[in-house]
């Protein structure tokens, strides 16, 4: 059977014994980390962060038009999940986040000691027909797929992160991301 987790690296630093509190599903649209992040926090019995709430009116307005979003119209909407995270990461939260540059990462992981990262990794066709196949039950345009693609700069090489194969099926995720929430050290005391 194929195996379903495509990497995973454990933190470098030296690790307490506690497990991470505070994850990020990153991925770009499709990718499924609205869906896995919200079933994640449910089994975690966790808070979950949906990141797109916290995009401006603005950012909505571009991205319904069909324009990709810039790093300028990112970091204000980076900080906001940055200071939601450090509120939330005590009782427990799950974020659901394109994340898409290793600077944003950075960003995030500034907020909060020992974030990790979950990366949906998802091929453009998939993502195109999820996203498509959302119809206008959603906001984002599938013509905005290959923009996300473009963007993406994928973890591979960061500490803290779980790679998953987001084309799995969700149970599969979801046993996956706990278990591997389990035995992962917190990545900073
Ligand atoms: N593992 C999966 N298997 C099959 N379908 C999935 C899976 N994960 C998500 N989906 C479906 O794909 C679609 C997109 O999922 P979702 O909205 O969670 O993605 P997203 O990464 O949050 O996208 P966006 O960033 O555009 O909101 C949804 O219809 C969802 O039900
Ligand atoms: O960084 C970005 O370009 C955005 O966060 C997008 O990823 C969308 O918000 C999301 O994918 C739609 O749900």
Avoid at 45 to 68: Q, T
Avoid at 93 to 105: E, N
Avoid at 112 to 117: A, D, I, T
């Amino acid at each position: 059977m194929q195996k379903i987790a495509l990497s995973s690296s454990l933190p470098q630093a030296p690790a307490p014994a506690c497990p991470p509190r505070a994850v990020v599903v990153m991925g770009v649209s499709g990718s499924g980390k609205s869906t896995v992040g919200e079933l994640l926090a449910q089994r975690q019995d966790w808070a979950f962060v949906e990141g797109d709430a916290f995009h401006s009116d603005e950012n909505h307005a571009k991205m319904r038009a069909g324009v990709p979003l810039t790093d300028e119209d990112r970091a204000s909407w980076l900080e906001a999940l940055g200071l939601e995270l450090a509120r939330l990461a005590a009782g427990g939260v799950v974020l659901s986040c394109s994340a898409l540059k290793r600077a944003y990462r950075q960003q995030l992981r500034a907020h909060v000691p020992g974030l990790v990262f979950i990366w949906l990794e998802v091929g453009r066709d998939a993502a195109h027909r999820r996203v498509a196949g959302r119809g206008d039950r959603h906001f984002f345009p599938a013509t905005l797929i290959d923009s996300q693609f473009a963007t993406l700069e994928p973890p591979h090489d960061e500490a803290g992160l779980l790679h998953l194969d987001s084309e799995r099926s969700l149970e599969e995720l979801l046993a996956h991301a706990t278990e591997w929430l389990q035995r992962t050290p917190h990545a900073h005391p």
